[in-house]
């Protein structure tokens, strides 16, 4: 058997030969695999994500991997030597933001998910938020940054690696909080299995070490006592769902006291009576509430979505399963066949509450943002955050304010406004060339013209190269 460092090296040596590959397939003006090419975009529509408007014609020129002009084609001055890319009847939106991704396999000691980033790439998701790295991994997540940076690794950026804590006792658990923190974690991350003793010491060290606390809403904490605490995000509408019945105060007096599994399994057990009891007037009130706490939510709508449909005995049919390599294949394989009838009903459940939820939330005026869970079974890495996407327009959001939640609502959450999330003048050159107007279907967010990814140009050829790169080496394993 081959150890882990080995297949991690080798998963790395297959992205870096795809860098090489993209280089060379990208035209003949492009740069060396590492540089940084002038680029105009010329005579392009760019799609205002904080206004909700469209801003037409432009010519975009970047450089040294920024946006240093964009102005009527008339009045743009192009670099000598600059790579040209036509824009004409074409849309220029930000780089998509994932904000809810696994890259490393803590339980099942599998080798990262490396084969997802050329997925993330070729499907416009030009940075990931890491939710349950460990403070061994930290290391790895600053290499892979390094080598993104460089050009030699083709990879989305990672915005933020999050890693998990808790402890046998709160003690314990505000330590893992400091280990953590020496570690260089950007974030602590919590499940749902937290007792709410231990997490309350997690809060409070997270804040003395200055670190966010987002994931979960522990099973046995009210959502709106996290809020009110100070957790930062709450994943998969965590202790929402309970919050929007009128038994909410019963079904936690039920969980008082209990911790991991035993927590974590009466938690599943009373969902059918907390979807049974969703009340949506009951609902708008806890959304009023949440609004002004700042609490942020990642509802990951399309792993609920995935959930529902009927089981798909024939994955292979997918054109995307090629790409997932073979552990994750059988891993997807063995979860759909242990799912009973009754766990799918319950899904199906769920993602019509779910829906009702998010769209009150929304109605509120609850910051949302975009992450999918990938690669959860049926959530394919790149290409579900565009499944989100829609699935945020089915729960009433216009096209404008479901793009908004992967571009300039992350980037303000996340701190980096200034140098993320639209596309304007000296903010960095993650750029996604769409074929079609999103703003009139989110659909057409899919239809991806080009990449521009931390300054180097991506082409249609490119991208099909990436995924043709991507599926031979999946397909080796």
């Known amino acids: ?72 084609p008339a009045k743009a001055h192009v670099p000598r030597g600059a790579q040209r890319i036509d824009g004409h009847g074409r849309f220029l939106i930000p780089g998509l933001v994932d904000m809810h991704v696994h890259l490393f396999n803590n339980a099942s000691k599998r080798p990262p998910n490396t084969w997802s980033f050329p997925l993330y790439v070729a499907n416009g998701v030009t940075s990931v938020r890491e939710m349950a790295a460990l403070p061994e991994s930290i290391a ?9 940076s460089e050009g030699t690794l083709v990879a989305p950026r990672i915005v933020a690696a999050g890693v998990v804590v808790d402890g046998a006792s709160p003690v314990e658990a505000a330590q893992r909080v400091d280990a953590a923190a020496d570690a260089g974690a950007d974030f602590i991350k919590v499940f749902s299995d937290v007792s709410a003793a231990n997490w309350r010491a997690i809060l409070d060290e997270s804040r003395r070490r200055s670190l ?20 930062r995000t709450d994943e998969h509408l965590t202790q929402v769902f309970e919050a929007c019945t009128p038994i909410e105060q019963r079904i936690i007096d039920e969980r008082r006291d209990l911790a991991g599994d035993a927590l974590v399994e009466l938690s599943d057990a009373q969902e059918p009576r907390v979807l049974d009891t969703y009340e949506r007037r009951k609902c708008e009130r806890v959304a009023r509430a949440l609004a002004p706490t700042g609490l942020v939510q990642v509802p990951t709508l399309v792993l609920a979505w995935v959930e529902s449909k009927p089981p798909d005995p024939a994955m292979a049919s997918d054109p995307r399963w090629k790409y997932l390599r073979a552990d994750e294949r059988a891993r997807w394989q063995r979860i759909a066949t242990e799912l009973t009838p009754d766990q799918r009903a319950v899904a199906a459940r769920r993602w019509g509450v779910a829906r009702k939820i998010v769209a009150t939330l929304h109605d509120a005026g609850v910051t949302m943002l975009a992450g999918t869970d990938a690669p959860m079974p049926g959530v394919y890495p790149g290409s579900a955050l565009h499944d989100e996407l829609e699935r945020f327009v089915d729960a009433g959001f216009t096209p404008a304010e479901a793009l908004r939640t992967a571009t300039l609502a992350p980037a303000s959450f996340l701190g980096i406004a200034d140098k993320a999330g639209s596309v304007d003048v000296g903010k960095r050159a993650d750029l996604v060339l769409l074929d079609a107007d999103p703003l009139h279907d989110i659909r057409n967010t899919r239809r991806i013209e080009a990449v521009v990814l931390d300054g180097r140009p991506l082409t249609r050829a490119a991208l099909d190269a990436l995924l043709a790169a991507a599926a031979n080496a999946a397909g080796s394993n």
């Open 1 to 72: 058997m081959r150890s882990h460092r080995f297949a991690v090296a080798q998963s790395i040596s297959i992205l870096a030969v795809a860098a090489v590959v993209v280089a060379t397939a990208i035209d003949a003006h492009a740069a060396p695999a590492g540089r940084r090419p002038d680029i105009a975009i010329t005579d392009v529509s760019i799609v205002d994500v904080e206004h909700a408007r469209m801003i037409t014609p432009r010519t975009v020129v970047v450089s040294e991997g920024r946006i240093v002009a964009i102005d009527a």
């Open 212 to 231: 966010p606390l987002a994931g979960h809403v522990p099973a046995g904490v009210p959502v709106l006592t996290a809020a009110t605490a100070g957790q």
């Open 140 to 148: 790895t997540v600053n290499a892979w940054r390094a080598s993104a």
